[in-house]
């Protein structure tokens, strides 16, 4: 299973700032091994959603071309100190993650 | 079904129903950036991705800013923000220009998100780094060259 992510959210005045850090190889499929000069199979995530308060925010398609460990910023309008981000994401193996801040 | 149909055909109601449809995964949505297909990340080059994600004849526009630096010693990590000023944008998609699939990352923004985005991407070579942005059912464009010094795609 995937290891975790790490998310904060802090209000900047009436808009909240979204900080994720995914951890996730992000392989593309094109780069080749260096001692078995056989290629790496594709490995990336390819969908990230995230939430406040229930209410959808983002919708994201992710490719290879998004670098290691993604780490991903947004920021969202309206939200209140102590509501709830959560952020999804899906990987090309069907595997999946989740993670929730409290926006402070 | 057959009552959907001529629900969407009726024109009025149509947008809700249509809304509805995509919804229900009846219909695709097409001219929505938000959701691009994934054939689009697969596209080889800029057109072809541009063509995938239902995007013709982007407009240049001076309200998109991309931070990214000018050179980039480390092309597997390059830090990329764009921030749109048209008002009613729904998506940000980016795209390095030279990369084996150009098209990056796509973001569907709804819900209050503000139009911004702040990421890191991968560059195979020193190229443009574009973003095209959805706006009022309109795209636009804006792009920075960015300059590589070790690629981050190969190995």
């Known amino acids: ?87 999804n994401w899906t990987d090309n193996k069907g595997d999946k993650n989740s993670a929730e801040a409290i926006i402070g | 079904m057959n009552a959907l149909r001529r629900n969407v055909l009726k024109g009025a109601a149509g947008a809700g129903t249509v809304a509805m449809a995509v919804a229900a995964g009846l219909l695709k949505p097409t001219q929505a950036l938000a959701g691009v297909p994934r054939s689009a990340f697969e596209a080889k080059n800029v057109g072809d991705a541009l063509k995938n994600m239902s995007v013709s004849a982007p407009a240049d526009s001076k309200d998109i800013t991309i931070k990214a630096p000018d050179i980039a010693e480390n092309g597997a990590v390059v830090p990329v923000e764009v921030t749109s000023g048209i008002p009613g944008t729904t998506a940000i998609a980016i795209l390095a220009e030279k990369n084996a699939t150009p098209l990056v990352a796509d973001f569907g923004l709804m819900g209050g998100a503000e139009a911004y985005i702040s990421t890191r991407i991968k560059m195979g070579q020193t190229s443009l780094v574009r973003a095209v942005v959805m706006a009022g059912g309109k795209a636009y464009t804006a792009a920075k060259e960015v300059k590589v010094t070790i690629g981050g795609c190969g190995g």
């Open chain 1, 1 to 87: 299973m995937a290891e975790p992510m790490r998310i904060r959210a802090t209000m900047a005045g009436d808009v909240a700032d979204v900080k994720v850090l995914m951890n996730h190889p992000m392989e593309t499929g094109l780069r080749k091994d260096a001692k078995t000069g056989q290629l790496v199979p594709a490995h990336y995530i390819t969908d990230v959603t995230a939430t406040v308060n229930g209410a959808q925010v983002l919708d994201a398609g992710l490719s290879g071309g998004i670098s290691k460990n993604p780490y991903l910023g947004f920021r969202v309008k309206g939200p209140k100190k102590g509501d709830k981000v959560v952020v």
